[in-house]
């Protein structure tokens, strides 16, 4: 709530800010034709696309900055 509390004054003008309560569904289970994986199926994607780099990002610099959240198995600047 204090995000709300501290939003209520955009670029100088005011609005009116308010939690969202969520989408109201007719649907009681709402199906997919996708099917559901894990992170560990082979058809889960872990690609991440960093665009807009500085000309002088080297990939040593970004597997440093993201080597935190997950082996990197490949870094490739184009």
């Not at 000309?55 to 440093?64: A, E, F, N, P, V």
């Amino acid at each position: 709530m204090k995000a709300i509390d501290a939003c209520k004054v955009f670029f100088g003008s005011h609005i009116k800010v308010a939690a969202h309560r969520g989408f109201e569904s007719e649907a009681v289970d709402e199906e997919t034709d996708e099917p559901e994986y894990d992170e560990y199926h082979p058809k889960a994607t872990r690609t991440l696309f960093c665009g807009n780099l500085e000309s002088h990002t080297s990939g040593s610099l970004l597997r440093d900055t993201f080597r935190r959240f997950g082996e990197i198995v490949v870094s490739r600047i184009e």
